[in-house]
């Protein structure tokens, strides 16, 4: 493709066909200037390209490729250097195949467990996304590959997904549901950004201008092409404007004769169009400028780092007794369909075709030197004698040293296209689990799930693994957790509540009428648990080890750029080596906007052998303490001493350390509509007001402020002081 081929080469049909893809996954080419037609795919965990003569969504029919472990085991590693090898993996994947941007990752906040698509998503915090989505897309795009981040935005639900207006404040709506976004904008550059089907705030964001343009080219920087979802186009002519680059998939033509029509008809100026002509020339170039890559894929290299990080994903809930890891020559009953038909990935457009899959019950006789009874104890659709099910696994678990059972959602629980109407497991695998139980309290639960479940049965099992899905060599990572091979370090990147009830959006999820009020506003996730002081089964960024760690003293220092550089060491005092997922919350008492007691800031991990002690160092970035403020419409950062708080977990804190922050200045407008109290705050005017009141009222005047310290100066004409007065007081402090 020539370097030289613009917008200005082109007819005006020309540069509407470049719009709009070309089928449903390749990008219109253009042959009468040289211009190739290239391809995009999804692949959040894997490349999933169509075969020929697949169907046009090629669920079913996809190349193999390696399926890594989807966001909600990723993320729980808490590890983006890993995420980075991860994006690596996949980019020379997508190469191999001739795919030029890898459609992913997802990084939507999980506002509300029942969201059928979490497993596709990170976390309920925006750090842990942005961070483990930026290496992600650094790593896929270091082969010369593209990404897209994606939902673009406020994408938090199934229900209603392409029409429904997410309503949300815009506190909750910069900090919380666009901080991750930015994050990865601004530290990655992915190529392109995928809007959303969903309208924020009524408007569609394939046709927000204040989204796709003021925010993330103006404020953020982003350089790439704005794609829309698949079918997330409403109105193609305001769309485009708007900062919609690329309608996908084609729509044969239709509307690329709208826009046509448009500019003829000067409705829509053919500057727009040029823009966007630019951007994906632009794009086509970057793709074409990658060296070829022949292959073939090393299919035994990427499965073992599959494996590795499906490793890093496993969360240790509970390990009473330190029951895990299991002795070698254990004998052991394996209890539960999904030991032996692993569920590994979700269900819908991310779907992976993989190149081979490890079945968690062969892994697990692979590396015991004991012997290994199976019973798969209940069927995931429900069919079968479950009577007869749960007989026969009660008896092979009472002649067991331990039963390791198997539960889970099954596929049709949770999937794109639909939300979860409870967090619950099957009640049939409930009761499995109580019938074993009785036979064999030396039980250990092993959970396959893309999103949180209510776990009842915590206080009578005595060790638990959170599985998520863990991709195709899964099953090898949790045998390797299982009989230690693996010491776990997985962190949960979502709060697992005690019950629905209890949960943040409960009472304001789905929605209705084609809405859906973001009530719990900034209080999303751990947030919302501990401003309410409520229990939960287990908290944000809780992971047990086979290890143990202590805390020393932390430490906090102000770099020059106003960052908080802050260092704790961190000491192994257990006998096998382990990781340590390092985490810090801020906090700052006594602010003068909504925050919650704490919110994460920062984390990091350190390896370390038994005994070893090694200093860790967190960066909190002074962006990342700032709030939205709606009365200037800007990032502030507000003055004060911020707490900092290191630990283990958002609830197991293990040291502190506090800084002096300096606020960002931030200049109010003096009207007579301001109130007593944004006088009195301000630098001219508070001082001049406090004389006048003085004079007249001495020290009668701090009760009287408390009564009307809300009111605008001018609603009572007189009172406290002549109008005349409070007039020259707000003139002078203009």
């Known amino acids: 493709m020539s370097e030289h081929v613009t917008s200005r080469d082109l007819t005006l049909e020309e540069k509407a066909s470049l719009t709009s893809g070309r089928d449903f996954w390749s990008l219109e080419g253009l042959e009468r200037l040289g211009v190739p037609s290239i391809m995009v795919t999804d692949g959040p965990h894997g490349l999933r390209k169509q075969r020929t003569g697949g169907d046009h969504v090629g669920l079913t029919d ?83 590959v593209g990404s897209s981040l994606k939902h673009f935005a406020v994408n938090n639900q199934e229900t209603e997904r392409l029409r429904v207006s997410a309503d949300v404040d815009p506190r909750p709506l910069r900090e919380i549901y666009l901080r991750g976004f930015q994050r990865v904008v601004r530290d990655a550059q992915p190529w392109t950004v995928m809007c959303s089907y969903n309208r924020i705030n009524g408007v569609y964001a394939s046709e927000d201008p204040w989204l796709l343009t003021d925010v993330l080219r103006g404020e953020w920087g982003f350089e790439g092409v704005v794609v829309s979802d698949w079918g997330a186009v409403d109105d ?43 951007r994906l020339l632009e794009l086509i170039r970057r793709a074409q400028e990658r ?68 079945v968690p019950l062969e892994e697990i006789r ?23 099910l749960r007989a026969e ?143 939960v089964r287990y908290p944000f960024g809780h992971g047990l080890s086979y290890t143990s760690f202590a805390y020393g003293e932390a430490t906090a220092a102000l770099t020059a750029a106003g960052d908080i550089a802050v260092t704790v060491p961190v000491t192994n005092t257990g006998d096998r080596a382990g990781r340590e997922v390092v985490q810090l919350y801020t906090a700052l008492p006594g602010s003068s906007v909504q925050r919650p007691p704490r919110e994460l800031k920062a984390f990091a991990s350190v390896e370390l ?9 967190l960066l909190v970035r002074r962006e990342d303490l700032a709030h939205w403020d709606v009365r200037v419409e800007r990032w502030i950062v507000e003055g004060g001493t911020y707490t900092l708080e290191i630990g283990a977990s958002s609830r197991d804190l293990r040291a502190a350390a506090s800084i002096e922050v300096e606020g960002d200045p931030v200049d109010l407008p ?30 009668a005047d701090s009760h009287l402020l408390t009564m009307i310290g809300n009111f605008p100066v001018d609603r009572l004409d007189g ?16």
């Open 62 to 144: 996809s190349v193999p490729a390696t399926c890594f472990p989807p966001a909600v085991g990723l993320s729980a590693a808490f590890d983006p250097d890993l995420a980075r090898r991860v994006g690596a993996a996949l980019g020379l994947e997508a190469a191999i195949e001739d795919v030029a941007v890898l459609l992913g990752p997802g990084i939507n906040i999980k506002r509300s467990p029942l969201c059928g698509r979490n497993f596709e998503y990170m976390s309920e915090d925006p750090i842990v996304s942005g961070e483990i989505g930026a290496g992600l897309v650094q790593g896929i795009q270091s082969r010369g």
């Open 719 to 734: 009172f406290p002081l002549p109008r005349a007065e409070l007039e020259e007081i707000v003139a002078a402090a203009r």
């Open 366 to 388: 692979a590396l015991s030197r004991g012997e290994v009874g199976f019973a798969p104890g209940f069927t995931t659709d429900g069919s079968g004698d479950v009577a007869a």
């Open 291 to 358: 060296p070829a890559q022949p292959g073939p894929l090393d299919v035994d290299a990427h499965h073992a780092l599959a494996r590795e990080v499906a490793g890093r994903a496993i969360v240790l809930l509970k390990n009473e007794d330190a029951l895990l890891p299991l002795a070698p020559e254990a004998r052991l009953a394996v209890i539960g369909e999904f030991a032996r038909t692993p569920r590994y990935q979700g269900a819908g457009s991310s779907q992976i075709t993989p190149t081979r899959l490890d």
């Open 236 to 278: 193609r002519v305001a769309g485009l404007p708007a900062g919609l680059d690329l309608e996908m998939p084609s729509s044969g033509g239709r509307t690329d004769a709208q826009l046509v029509a448009a500019v003829r008809e000067g409705r829509l100026e053919e500057s727009a169009l040029d823009l966007a002509a630019d």
């Open 670 to 699: 003096i009207t007579l509509s301001s109130t007593f109290e944004e006088l009195l705050a301000h630098p001219v005017a508070g001082p001049a007001l406090q004389a006048a009141l003085d004079a007249r009222y001495g020290d």
């Open 393 to 535: 696994a009660v008896e092979l678990a009472g002649k067991a040293e331990v039963a390791v059972v198997f539960l889970g959602l099954p596929d049709a629980a949770e999937s794109e296209g639909y939300d979860r109407e409870h967090i619950d497991l099957p009640a049939d695998q409930l009761a499995l689990l109580d019938a074993v139980l009785e036979a064999n309290p030396r039980t250990v639960v092993v959970l396959s799930n893309g999103s949180v479940v209510a776990l009842p049965f915590a206080d009578r099992v005595p060790a638990i693994l959170e599985g998520w899905l863990l991709g195709q060599a899964g099953g090898g990572a949790l045998a390797d957790v299982l009989l230690g091979a693996v010491n776990p370090s997985g962190r949960l990147a979502e709060t697992i509540p005690l019950r629905l009830e209890d949960t943040p959006a409960f009472g304001n999820f789905p929605g209705e009428h084609g809405h859906v009020r973001y009530g719990e506003g900034l209080l999303v996730g751990y947030r919302w648990y501990d401003a309410k002081d409520l229990a």
């Open 609 to 617: 052998a038994p005994g070893e002690t090694r200093p860790v160092e």
